[in-house]
């Protein structure tokens, strides 16, 4: 039947029942008509339709050196902040024509560095990975010619562009803050008292930091470590209040660990702000509709994907070592809302 797909048809099939070269047709296919009559342009569409051929996409992209497609890899899809920061990246990838692909790794060295293969990076013009677990001695082994952007929390010694968060100076703003506003027993929750360079021991490094700054010592039983979700900061809480702890502030490692404390609290009658400070980090939409209101540390998340998008698209579109191997840091600030005491309460609920 006339226009019906076969998958065997080919351009050799079209040229032949045109007419015309295969050069002719592929012509037509890849929109260089001005290179085509009038009327041989309009015979080969009707050869193609009669025909039901269909353009292999996948091989030409590969033959043009383009999939149209980026990747990105994130340790997984069950957390606010990577879907928040998969939709600004997709959204502005989709404004340079490019489709975005998310794989999750699990936070797992081995699914780090499987995303970074040659066999896998093929499928794509470009890849963005969140590393959590890779470190320098992991990227060394990695030979690809495809762009790829780094995200992490430290900026590893590699060839690769690397976007970083700055972690301790954002714990340490949050700190500083709860400590200018009166609180003197702060719990850090989700934090890591030691030398690693995670997340948590890194804004754990930060509140350490504020502490040392004005003299004040550190209760290292309010260093509670946990996971980043809302129930794991409301069982963490919860258990601190049960054995009786004493604190007045808490610098939550994440704003969903932290809206979980807020709920915690709640429920054991503590007073939000008046008999405890809160502050979280990320500045994830959630914190906007808490109650009360969450203040937090903006680590530049729009910045921080213009920078990821501005690397890949320079990358994608100069040879490889054309360019310095570049690595970002934008400045993180303190949104003050409604869990926190100060005089500009409320005023930057955005």
Known sequence: MAGTHRSNVTMQDVARRAAVSPQTVSNVVNGRSGRVSEDTRLRVIESITALGYRVNQSARSLRRGRTG???????????????????????????????????TTGGAVGAEMQSLASSRLDSYDGFVLAL??????????????????????????SQFDHVVMDNIAGGRRATEFLLQRGALRIVALGGIGSDEESMPALRTRGYLDAHATVGIDVDRALIVPSTFGMEAGYEAISRLLEQGRAFDGVFAMTDSVAIGALRALADAGVRVPDDVQVVGFD????????????????????ARADAIVDLLMSRMTHPRGDLERRVIVHPATLIERESTIGPRQGTKAN
Do not use: W
């Not at 497609?69 to 340079?96: H, K, M, N, Q």
């Not at 959590?132 to 495809?146: K, P």
């Open 69 to 103: 497609t980026v990747g990105l890899g994130i340790p997984t899809l069950d957390s606010e902040y990577y879907g928040a920061l998969a939709e600004a990246l997709s959204d502005r990838f989709l404004e340079r024509g490019l489709r975005l692909v998310i794989e």
């Open 132 to 157: 959590a677990a890779g470190d320098t001695d992991h990227l060394v082994q990695i030979d690809t010619e495809t762009p790829v952007v780094l995200l992490g929390e430290r900026a590893l010694s």
């Open 283 to 302: 500045n994830m939409r959630a914190g906007r509709y808490s109650v009360p209101r969450l203040t937090t540390i903006e680590p530049a998340n729009e």
